[in-house]
């Protein structure tokens, strides 16, 4: 495609060569071809073979004298300048700290401009061992900073391996930047390249990326690699991709040819419409038991700043789903681990970019013949404010169910809260603030009966063998309360739900919410990604690894290593894709057979995987496995101290399923 | 990948949550009663606890409840105190909310009572002021 821009170069070469008749070894093989009127030399050059299908030229070349005693005629073999270098301004320009990939030939100029022109910083290239663990680090990443990474990539064999983590971070409305390669022209393809192109490279992730390009020039390219990043960050944000074309990488590019970078500007999210936002702020001031439920409500650190804010000028009761760190864990107003019953006694409940609104005040039962049942009450008021009513896609399911709504803003949560603050405030009363007051207390009295409830259920099977996640939990956090700690899991890890009930959770960093889409093999990545934005900051990256997510693409250890990324990964190892065992369980007791038999299929034993030596051959400092609970306390505290040192730690404990 | 199993898990989750609630006796899991209760089952057969143990395992019981019956996000405690046998029986065979039913083809009314049995000898759990990780 792009190698069409520079047709006038290889015409003009033609033409040298068949006034002068260059003799030259390199020259025979070029002369043929070109002579035959070749679309370019340079598939002839790069390999020294000739395309099959070209027809072949005289062989002997036309001689003058003049040809005989010149010089011969150099091959244009190398040059200062190509469109990748361009690209890498582009993408300097853009303020990318890093860019991940699994290497590949469809964007080795790209690569290597990054490394040379560009210096290898900002960005600089994280190897990765797959390309979904490029993704998932980048998803990763986008937690904790709130911005995407560029991602490269082949574009088909390596999309597809990094399609999942692409659609979890969709689920997830996270931005995620892919840069594919691809080669259009088919008459200059490398062997290689026929496999490693498509006429269509984004059609087979389209349904779950927010936008995408394939740019046919450099011009192009800055445009839309500058507008593909204000998309992919406009909520709700998304990944997006751009498809580079291996001749707009790699032809020359002139040295004085000036290109312009479009200047970058992120549209402000929107607000939610004022008569709206007042209609709210009077449902909830007039409330009895107004609940507030948040899931990817905070979308920088504001958010769950603004979310307090509201909560306490109500006294209402805070449900946060975890998608997002969104709420203190031990805020008194913080009702999340008794959500069921929060919810069925709440007159109003208003969902911040909820991902399930249906899920949030109905349940489904799972059992031979599903049914549903309402949690809220009849007559109880749902109100929901979200970007996702702005932007639905239809093939993957992942909207959910239609709620039974009284009220829905199209707009941004976060972007939201302020002025419905602002009118909350304006319109509480001394009466209602009365109010306020003693249903503060209430829940105060419920929510530290709750983590009361939570410490009393840590203690059961505290000393057993395999360990219980609660005993899990309570030694990490033991070691780690102290430190300026970052729990980088995601809900699948984080150790059934213990450091959610049980540990102080009261920085935006803290938490990073869960997978989006619920593809496993996103959790050791997504720790990796969010653990290298934490590096800089000097926070103590922590994660509860679980083993069967590890197994998907456990080079991402390496990654880590080879980077000197601190992360301490204490595993949740219980032998198995236990969800997955539960639900096929659940068959066997359905069919009323081989009970005994549920296990097949989902367990990870005979032989037990050693987690501490494959974290060790990849460089990364193992401990274990840890199958008493006494041994765990010390096995922490050295791993730790290797993480202090700025490497990346591994503990393998042996733990109860759940 | 496991789509199907991440929207179930995620449901369940919440169900779990909202099942655990006093809100909804009509389908809330029984739950052990805190050590010290009564458990005043006028008719509990004779378990055996040893047996219990390996069929509490073998029948897929601990991927919930864990192996010391002590619950988790999958599935409350059971033990020790379990809640009287006839409610257990009655919850196993034909359980209200997400757990998947037992029925007497796959799960004897022995079986059940030496699972119970089992449960009952579950060690209490130290006082959680005692253990300083679990500290306030």
């Known amino acids: 495609m792009a190698r069409s821009k520079d047709s006038k170069h290889i015409s003009i070469d033609r033409r040298k060569f068949l006034k002068n008749g260059v003799l030259t070894g390199a020259a025979a093989l070029v002369g043929p071809a070109a002579l035959a009127g070749a679309e370019s030399p340079s598939a002839a050059v790069a390999g020294g073979t000739l395309p099959q299908d070209a027809p072949r030229a005289p062989s002997t070349p036309v001689m003058t004298l003049a040809a005989e005693t010149a010089p011969p005629e150099a091959d244009v073999l190398t040059t200062e300048r190509t469109g990748s270098d361009f690209m890498v301004d582009v993408i300097k320009a853009l303020g990318f700290e890093y860019i991940c990939a699994n290497p590949g030939s469809s964007f080795r100029a790209l690569h290597e401009s990054i490394i040379n022109y560009g210096g290898n910083k900002s960005p600089e290239l994280i190897t990765c061992c797959h390309e979904e663990s490029a993704v998932a680090m980048a998803h990763g990443y986008a937690k904790i900073e709130g911005k995407p990474l560029p991602v490269m990539a082949h574009g088909t064999v390596g999309l597809q391996h990094a399609a999942m983590a692409i659609y979890n971070a969709w689920c997830d409305r996270v931005p995620v930047y892919l840069i594919l390669g691809n080669n259009g022209d088919a008459v200059l393809r490398r062997a290689a390249e026929w496999y490693h192109s498509a006429q269509d490279v984004a059609l087979m992730v389209r349904d779950y990326t927010k936008w995408d390009d394939m740019p046919w020039s450099l011009p192009h390219f800055a445009e839309s690699a500058v507008r593909a990043y204000k998309i992919a960050v406009t909520p709700p944000m998304a990944p997006v991709v751009l498809v580079l074309d291996g001749g707009l990488q790699e032809d020359p590019l002139a040295s004085d040819r000036k290109l312009a970078i479009p200047r970058l500007t992120v549209p402000v999210p929107p607000q939610g419409e004022s008569a709206a936002v007042s209609e709210i702020a009077r449902l909830l001031v007039a409330a009895e038991n107004p609940v507030l439920v948040a899931d990817r409500l905070a979308r920088t650190p504001a958010g769950m700043k603004h979310l307090v804010e509201l909560a306490e000028a109500l006294q209402a009761a805070v449900i946060d789903q975890g998608s997002r760190m969104n709420f203190p864990s031990l805020h008194p107003l913080n009702q999340t681990s008794r959500a069921a019953a ?43 404010i979200t970007t996702g009513d702005l932007y639905v896609r239809s093939n993957y399911q992942d909207f959910r169910r239609m ?52 410490r009393a259920a840590a203690s059961y099977a505290w000393d057993a063998v395999p360990i219980s996640t609660g005993r899990l939990c309570a030694e990490l956090y033991g070691q780690i309360r102290n430190e300026d700690w970052s729990l980088v899991s995601t809900y699948y890890s984080d150790g059934g739900g213990w ?7 009261d920085k935006p960093y803290q938490w990073i919410g869960n997978a989006g889409g619920g593809g496993i093999g996103y959790g050791a990545p997504a720790s990796v990604g969010a653990a290298l934005a934490n590096r800089k900051y000097g926070r103590l990256s922590v994660s509860i690894q679980t083993d069967g997510d590890l197994m998907y693409a456990p080079g991402v250890l390496w990654t880590a290593a080879h980077h000197r990324i601190p992360l301490l990964s204490v595993m949740h190892n219980n032998r198995s894709y236990h969800q997955e065992m539960m639900h096929v369980q659940k068959m066997a007791n359905r069919h009323d057979r081989g009970i005994e038999r549920g296990r097949i299929g989902s367990e990870l034993v005979d032989p037990n995987i050693d987690y501490a030596k494959l974290a060790q051959s990849l460089g990364v400092h193992g401990e274990g496995p840890i199958t008493d609970p006494k041994d765990l306390g010390p096995a922490i505290s050295r791993a730790l101290a290797a993480v202090k040192r700025g490497e990346p730690a591994l503990v393998d404990v042996v733990c109860q399923p759940r | 990948m496991k789509t199907r199993s991440a929207h179930i898990v995620v449901a369940g989750a919440v169900i779990l949550a909202m099942l655990s609630s006093p809100a909804f006796p009509q389908t809330k899991p029984p739950t052990a009663q805190a050590p010290g209760t009564a458990n005043a089952a006028p008719a509990t057969p004779a378990g055996n606890a040893e047996k219990g143990k390996a069929l509490f395992a073998r029948n897929a019981c601990y991927q919930c409840h864990g192996y010391e019956g002590q619950g988790g996000t999958a599935g409350p405690r059971l ?58």
Do not use: C
């Open chain 1, 403 to 454: 709620s039974d709504l009284d009220l829905a803003i199209a707009a941004d949560g976060e972007a939201t809260l302020p002025s419905l603050i602002e009118e909350v405030t304006r319109l509480t009363t001394g009466d209602r603030r009365r109010v306020f007051q003693e249903r503060g207390k209430d829940l105060a009295e419920k929510s530290q009966a709750a983590r009361q409830a939570s």
């Open chain 1, 342 to 384: 929060t919810i069925a006694g709440a007159d109003v409940v208003v969902g911040l970019e909820l991902a399930d609104f249906w899920s949030t005040v109905n349940a489904l039962r799972d059992q031979l013949h599903r049914s549903t049942r309402p949690v809220a009450k009849p007559g109880a008021k749902l109100i929901s």
């Open chain 1, 499 to 505: 450091p959610r009930r049980l540990w102080n959770f």
């Open chain 2, 79 to 136: 033990g020790p105190n379990p809640i009287p046998f006839r409610g257990f029986v009655a919850y196993v065979r034909v359980p209200r909310g997400e757990m998947p039913p037992y029925t007497v083809k796959v799960m004897s009314d022995q079986e059940l009572a030496d699972v119970y049995a089992f449960l009952q000898a579950r060690p209490r759990p130290p006082a959680v002021e005692s253990i300083p990780l679990l500290a306030r």
